[in-house]
């Protein structure tokens, strides 16, 4: 089975300018999930899509969206960049949430740098 | 909300020696796990540890939920070991909150 797939790996953008990252999960896999890494603030939890519905966001202004698309595709959008949103974005899928435990599988991370 | 402190920041290992690093957590969490952050920034699943112990070759984990820590462990360390280990705590809708990590390198 082929992982979690995030593209573009890298990414150079200016301030103002809008962003979209997209994430592709493994297949048959329902939730997908995005984080932020940044060095001062760590792994920070972003939102939650499972069957094209938000079920989760974490602390993060309104320039952050995201949506789901009925093949369980994700994409995040970051719009009006900030030096601040540069950081290694980080997709993770699963089969769901409920019992059993699904474990998380994460992509290798789109690499976002705004200057 | 739910504190994760890991310890110790960094640890660097020759290439043979055994590890321990420390989850400490602030309140009662659900679904405790380790992570591994390769140099290439994946995130991998390690362990799914809320309570007891666990065993997956030369790595093993042990949570002890009463006393709010768990504890990873690596013997015989390679090179291939290197990175940042995380632990984190899983809330509602699959929201992680993570650990600051701890960055280990093994040495040849």
């Known amino acids: 089975k082929a992982g979690v797939t995030q593209t573009p790996r890298y990414l150079i953008k200016t301030r103002g300018q809008q962003v979209t990252l997209s994430c592709s999960p493994i297949s048959g896999h329902r939730s997908v999930s995005w984080y932020q890494q940044t060095p001062g603030q760590g792994l920070q939890f972003l939102f939650e899509y499972f069957s094209e519905t938000q079920r989760n966001k974490g602390n993060f202004p309104g320039r952050f969206s995201g949506r789901q698309f009925s093949n369980s595709r994700s994409e995040m959008n970051v719009s009006t960049l900030e030096l601040g949103d540069s950081a290694l974005y980080l997709c993770a899928s699963s089969l769901s949430q409920d019992p059993p435990y699904s474990p998380l599988h994460f992509g290798n991370g789109t690499r976002l740098t705004v200057t | ?108």
């Open chain 2, 1 to 108: 909300g739910i504190q994760v402190e890991q310890s110790p920041p960094d640890l660097i290992l020759q290439e043979g020696a055994n590890s321990t690093l420390r989850c400490n957590f602030s309140d009662s969490v659900n679904n405790l796990q380790w992570f591994h952050q390769n140099p290439w920034g994946q995130l991998i699943n390690l362990f799914y540890i809320p309570s007891g112990t666990k065993q997956n070759g030369r790595l093993s984990a042990t949570t002890v939920a009463t006393e709010r820590y768990s504890l990873l462990y690596i013997s015989s360390s390679q090179t291939t070991d290197s990175g940042v280990y995380f632990c984190a705590s899983e809330g509602s809708a699959r929201q992680l909150t993570f650990g600051s990590g701890t960055q280990l390198t093994v040495l040849p």
